[in-house]
């Protein structure tokens, strides 16, 4: 039987949790900001404990929620924690670009302590020191050393066509999962570009690269509960010692680059790509007697921080831009007679000028990533400089934003949004043509972000990207078949936008540039 001392003190807890929660969840009420509702102890955090959806895409439903269509900003809370959802492009405008030093860096942190390669790269790294680190990297990513950089690109792309080819053995076509071909072809691409090596990924699909590219992105339980940390919960990073590299990664990272990077200080050989960076890099720390582990760390950070997201989104970029051609054949035939006109003007090998201004190419490019930006939100954190006011939501609320707050930017949401796109969710590579793209509201189209800490890589992605489709469609053109998906369904256990069980389509060597060539 239970005591009467028993029964007081539930009592007594369970008034004190009602009183804790009708405070805690009743914040964004008091603030008279619009909210979603919230449930006892995990807020707005449903999905993730569901698994029905991915949280970054529930942002973009919360931006689309029917209720929200007026709101400039929306409140949420993760778990017990009020958040920011921001709806309208001005405010958005004033996170990424007008007041960037009081947003200057991400929400989501790795361990400084425990997690060097994690913390330290250009991703994660924190203001000033990523300010500066940014500004050492730069260099690689100007026009003049991305088109130093294309030749290297173009052999990987001729690499694909053979891959291409090898998987027909009968007849001129073979079905296949779309999306692995394009990641073996990226992870060459950026091995090569960035590491200075050749992955042979095209050639031997378990290869090291390859293996450690698709365990960086599997799901696992631990996994999912590191990156819930880093994004959601990082003053826990250190004390949960939570890594973003798990160690069989973290040593491959390490062990690469510190090969690479002493093979090209013994040949003195000039590349123009990361690792000339890198190794200037090492010579500037060396001289600063500053030469350690840490620093060591930070080296083999930068080309892991382009290796995972270089080849990934790239790799989904293409494989969604084949899905939507696959289902509209007029458009990829369109595409198709762009690349080969090109491509017989210049005897087979299109130069740098030319491929990045392929107009039709851009469009259909520019239009995937409205439909599929590869990450669907940006996260930043409000920290304003000392000396710096916080910053206010005026004259849409009149509420000011506390310092430490998650402050959230739904890409995805904000891209499909027919207050800005008609017909929002149909493939449309016209939106982009230069007469509309003149009509386009400003800071409604962002898949690389905006501002000073918009991707680095983004120009890069493109040109990788264009690479890929025109070394695939050059002689190949792409159909549905059985195992294509109706629709796409976004997997709720990634991070990054990937369709849940695969993009199946039939590829199919019809010789379409070799016969024009003969022409």
Known sequence: MISADTICLLVTLLILFYIWYRYNYGYWKRQNIPFMTPLPLIGNAKVMFTLSNSFFLYLSDIYKDAKMSKAAAVGIYILNKPAL??????????????????FSNRYATCDPHGDSLGSNNVFFIRNPQWRELRTKISPVFTTGKIKQMYPLMIEIGFELESHLDSHIRSGNSFVTEIKEICALFATDLIATIAFGVQANSLKNPNAEFRQQGRKFVEFTLGRAFDFFIAFFYPNWVTTMKVKLFSPELSSFLRRTISHVITEREKSG?????????????????????EYNQVTQDMLA??????????????????????????????????????????????????????????????????EVLRLYPVLPIIDREHLP???????????????????????????????????????????????????????????TYIPFGNGPRNCIGGRMGLLQTKVGLVHILKNHYVEVCDKTPAQITFDPLSLLLHNKGGIYLNVVNDGLYERSAKM
Not at 411 to 434: A, C, H, M, T, V
């Open 301 to 366: 950070a930068q080309a892991g921080a382009f290796l995972t997201a270089g080849f990934e989104a790239s790799s989904s970029t293409i494989s969604f831009a084949l899905y939507e051609l696959a289902n509209r054949t007029d458009l990829q035939e369109r595409l198709r007679n762009e690349i080969c006109e090109a491509l017989v003007a210049e005897n087979g090998k299109l130069s740098y000028e030319t491929i990045t201004n392929l107009p039709y190419l851009g469009m259909v490019v520019d």
């Open 85 to 102: 959802v921001l709806r309208e492009p001005e405010v958005i405008k004033s996170v990424l670009i007008k007041e960037f030093s009081k």
């Open 385 to 443: 400089k000392n000396g710096e006011s916080q910053f206010d939501l005026k004259p849409y609320y009149d509420y000011t934003v506390p310092n430490g707050m998650a402050v959230y930017v739904p890409i995805f949401g904000l891209q499909r949004d027919p207050k800005y796109w008609p017909n929002p969710d149909i493939f449309d590579p016209e939106r982009f043509s230069p007469e509309k793209k003149k009509l386009h509201k400003p800071m």
């Open 269 to 289: 050989l000039i590349r123009n790509d990361l690792i000339d960076v890198l190794v200037a890099l090492k010579k500037e720390i060396i001289a600063k007697q």
